[in-house]
C-alpha cells in the first residue's frame, strides 16, 4: 500500500521517494514495523484475552511442571498474524502473485489453528478439532497453494524444478509432462508436484505445532528460520547473487523478502511477551500459521529439500513425536521418555530455560549450515 503510494504514485513528483523502490530498505520497514506493531498491541491482545478467559488447558499426561500455566492467556498467534501481514500489505508489492499466496497460507493456516484453539476454549479441554478434521483442512489449504504454483507456472513465473542441496547439476522436475515428454496430460502432469508441495506445507505446519511446547521455544526457532529465509528470499531473485551462486534465479520471489523480514520482526516482538516465564502463548493459531508460512515460502523459492536444515529444530521435533508413536505401536516400547523431544530433556532433569536457550543454539547452527550449503555446491 505505502510502496504503491509513495513510489508508484508520488516518486515522479518528489524524487527522494525512490527509496521506497530498494527492497533492503522496505525490508528493514517492514521488520521494523511489525516489531513495533507487536510491541504496541500486546498488551492489549494479552488483556483482551484474559478478559474473555482463553487461557491454556494443559496435557494431564505432559510434565507436572507445566501445570502452574494453565490459565495462561493463549491465541497469542493471532497477535503474530496481524504484525506479519498488516506490514507485508503496506511495504511489499502487491501486483506480486507470490505475495497474495504466503498472505493466503499464512491466514488459512491460522484459521485452522484459531478454529482449533476456539474449541479447545469452548470445551474447556485440551482437545479441538479431531485430527482427522485438522488434517483435512491443511491439505486443502496446502493444495490450493500448490495448484495456483503450477498455474504460475504455466504463465511461465515459476519453475517445478527442485533445487538440490550441495548438487548444483542435478534439478529434477516434479511434473510428469516434464519427465516423459507428455505435454497432452496437462495439468495432471503436475500431480506429482501437488503431492511433494501438500506433504511439505503440511509436514512443516504441524512440526512448528508440535515445538510450541515450552515457553519461547517454538517463536524462537521461527526467528532464525525466517532471518534464514529472508536471505534466501533476496539471493534467489537478485541478479548478481544468482548467478553467482548458481542458483535458479526467479526475480518475483525476491518481493518475499520483505514478508519474511516482516515475521522476523513479529516473532521478535511476540517474544518479548512469550519469554520463560510467558504472559501469553501463541496456541495453534499461531504455530500453524508461521509453519504454514514458513513451509510456503521454502515451496516457493525451490528450497524444499533445505528446509529440514532452515527449520532444524522443528524437524527433530516432529521426527521424536513419529519415532515414538511408531515404537509404541509396534514395540510396545518408546524410545523418548516423553515427545515431542523437549519433554524428554526436561524429564532428564534439564531446566526449561536450559532446554530453551540450547534448542535455539542448535536451531541457530543449522540455519547457518542451510545458508553456507549455498556454496558448497
Same mark, same amino acid.
Given at each position: 500500500m505505502l510502496y504503491w503510494l509513495l513510489y508508484q504514485k508520488l516518486f515522479p513528483y518528489f524524487r527522494p521517494f525512490r527509496i521506497f523502490r530498494y527492497l533492503t530498505f522496505r525490508t528493514a520497514f517492514a521488520s521494523w514495523t511489525a516489531l513495533l506493531i507487536a510491541l504496541l498491541i500486546g498488551p492489549y491482545v494479552i488483556e483482551k484475552l484474559r478478559e474473555f478467559q482463553i487461557g491454556q488447558y494443559i496435557r494431564e499426561e505432559g510434565p507436572q511442571a507445566h501445570q502452574k500455566k494453565a490459565g495462561t492467556p493463549t491465541m497469542g498467534g493471532v497477535l503474530i498474524c496481524i504484525a506479519i501481514l498488516l506490514p507485508t500489505l503496506l511495504w511489499?508489492?502487491?501486483?506480486?502473485?507470490?505475495?497474495?499466496?504466503?498472505?493466503?497460507?499464512? %491466514? $488459512? /493456516?491460522?484459521?485452522?489453528?484459531?478454529?482449533?484453539?476456539?474449541?479447545? !476454549?469452548?470445551?474447556?479441554?485440551?482437545?479441538? #478439532? @479431531?485430527?482427522?478434521?485438522k488434517m483435512s483442512f491443511q491439505v486443502l489449504a496446502s493444495?490450493?497453494?500448490?495448484?495456483?504454483?503450477?498455474?504460475?507456472?504455466?504463465?511461465?513465473?515459476?519453475?517445478?524444478?527442485?533445487?538440490?542441496?550441495?548438487?548444483?547439476?542435478?534439478?529434477?522436475?516434479?511434473?510428469?509432462?516434464?519427465?516423459?515428454?507428455?505435454?497432452?496430460?496437462?495439468? %495432471? $502432469? /503436475?500431480?506429482?508436484?501437488?503431492?511433494?508441495?501438500?506433504?511439505?506445507? !503440511?509436514?512443516?505446519?504441524?512440526?512448528?505445532? #508440535? @515445538?510450541?511446547?515450552?515457553?519461547?521455544?517454538?517463536?524462537?526457532?521461527?526467528?532464525?528460520?525466517?532471518?534464514?529465509?529472508t536471505v534466501l528470499t533476496y539471493v534467489s531473485?537478485?541478479?548478481?547473487?544468482?548467478?553467482?551462486?548458481?542458483?535458479?534465479?526467479?526475480?518475483?520471489?525476491?518481493?518475499?523478502?520483505?514478508?519474511?523480514?516482516?515475521?522476523?520482526?513479529?516473532?521478535?516482538?511476540?517474544?518479548?511477551?512469550?519469554?520463560?516465564?510467558?504472559?501469553?502463548?501463541?496456541?495453534?493459531?499461531?504455530?500453524?500459521?508461521?509453519?504454514?508460512?514458513i513451509g510456503t515460502v521454502a515451496v516457493v523459492i525451490r528450497q524444499e529439500l533445505l528446509l529440514p536444515f532452515i527449520g532444524g529444530i522443528f524437524v527433530l521435533e516432529a521426527v521424536s513425536v513419529i519415532l515414538q508413536v511408531g515404537s509404541y505401536k509396534l514395540r510396545k516400547k518408546r524410545i523418548f521418555r516423553m515427545a515431542p523431544l523437549h519433554h524428554h530433556f526436561e524429564l532428564m532433569g534439564w531446566s526449561e530455560s536450559k532446554v530453551i536457550a540450547r534448542f535455539w543454539i542448535a536451531a541457530l547452527v543449522f540455519a547457518l549450515f542451510a545458508l553456507t550449503t549455498l556454496k558448497l555446491r
Open positions: 511489499s508489492d502487491l501486483a506480486n502473485p507470490f505475495v497474495w499466496l504466503v498472505m493466503f497460507s499464512t %491466514l $488459512a /493456516f491460522g484459521a485452522i489453528g484459531f478454529a482449533d484453539d476456539y474449541i479447545k !476454549v469452548v470445551k474447556r479441554r485440551n482437545l479441538g #478439532l @479431531t485430527a482427522r478434521a493444495t490450493v497453494i500448490a495448484v495456483a504454483l503450477v498455474l504460475l507456472q504455466t504463465r511461465g513465473d515459476y519453475s517445478t524444478q527442485v533445487i538440490v542441496p550441495f548438487i548444483k547439476s542435478v534439478r529434477p522436475h516434479l511434473s510428469i509432462g516434464a519427465l516423459s515428454h507428455l505435454p497432452h496430460l496437462g495439468l %495432471l $502432469a /503436475f500431480f506429482p508436484f501437488v503431492i511433494f508441495v501438500v506433504l511439505v506445507i !503440511v509436514f512443516s505446519s504441524n512440526a512448528v505445532n #508440535l @515445538t510450541d511446547g515450552l515457553d519461547g521455544l517454538a517463536i524462537g526457532c521461527t526467528i532464525i528460520a525466517a532471518g534464514a529465509l531473485g537478485h541478479v548478481v547473487f544468482a548467478d553467482y551462486l548458481e542458483l535458479q534465479r526467479m526475480p518475483l520471489v525476491s518481493e518475499l523478502t520483505v514478508f519474511c523480514g516482516a515475521m522476523v520482526g513479529a516473532s521478535i516482538g511476540f517474544l518479548w511477551y512469550n519469554a520463560h516465564p510467558a504472559e501469553v502463548f501463541m496456541g495453534d493459531v499461531g504455530s500453524l500459521a508461521l509453519g504454514g508460512a
